[in-house]
């Protein structure tokens, strides 16, 4: 069984969060068997007090569970760990939910039913997009810096602290310096998909970026109404 590890060797740490005990044990063996260190966590309650206490590099989150739903739990993550990878996990199949939980900082959503490849699939997927093996190359466009390496982005000489996805949309765009990007290209390429139900995902995260990079009279991130987005090359 080959053992999933970062580039530092450490194993893979994934939380499961689900109150169905079947479901999380098999979810727990399953990832196990493939190379990953499963913990479990019965609710979000639960899963919160661990998320506080202990690292991990993913969690896979249920929606449909008591008390605390998997929202409320997925809010609390953002607040505790801006950057921690989360797929949400529900029977639902309606795209608002899809929707409401990429705007929340959702990194990827599996509908259930789902089957194991698909779900291992979508795991190594996120872990890859959100820890790639980055080169040494500064990116910089007008005032903003970018370094791959070391996961900083600078407006001048000011660190401004971003979070995995808006560093990700900020790096797609720095590498396109003044090319227009569609919307649906932007959204396949940072949350892998391609339905146009969400791309509002996409000006929720451009409107983040512009309340932290948008300042000093610097207004470089533009929309091009009825085709997407585009970094001006200054």
């Known amino acids: 069984m080959p053992v999933k590890q970062d580039k530092q060797g450490v194993q893979y740490r994934i939380l499961v969060i689900d109150d169905e005990e079947n479901i999380r044990t098999l979810l727990c063996e399953t990832l196990r068997l493939s190379g990953y260190l499963p913990t479990a966590a019965k609710s979000g309650t ?3 007090s661990l998320i506080r206490n202990q690292a991990f590099d993913l969690v896979l989150l249920d929606i449909n569970m008591p008390i605390v739903d998997g929202f409320k739990v997925l809010e ?6 801006s950057d921690l990878p ?3 996990l529900s029977a639902r199949s309606d795209k608002i939910d899809v929707v409401s939980g990429l705007k929340q900082g959702a990194d990827d959503y599996v509908s259930k039913p789902f089957s194991i490849e698909e779900l291992i699939t979508r795991i190594e997927t996120v872990l890859r997009r959100v820890q790639p093996k980055w080169g040494s190359s500064l990116l910089q466009v007008g005032p903003i810096t970018l370094n791959g390496e070391t996961h900083e982005v600078y407006f001048d000489k000011e660190n401004v602290e971003l979070s995995k996805t808006e560093f ?3 790096q797609y765009l720095m590498e396109r310096p003044g090319i227009v990007i ?3 290209a932007i959204l ?11 791309t509002t995902v996409v000006d929720t995260y451009i409107s983040y970026l512009r309340k932290k990079l948008h300042r000093d009279g610097y207004e470089g991130i533009r929309t091009v109404r009825g085709v997407g987005f585009q970094i001006k090359a200054e």
């Open 188 to 198: 396949n390429a940072i949350w892998g998909y391609d339905f146009d139900a969400v």
């Open 182 to 184: 569609e919307k649906d």
């Open 86 to 88: 989360v797929i949400m």
């Open 168 to 170: 990700r949309l900020l």
């Open 46 to 48: 639960e899963a919160i």
């Open 76 to 81: 609390k993550i953002r607040d505790l760990k």
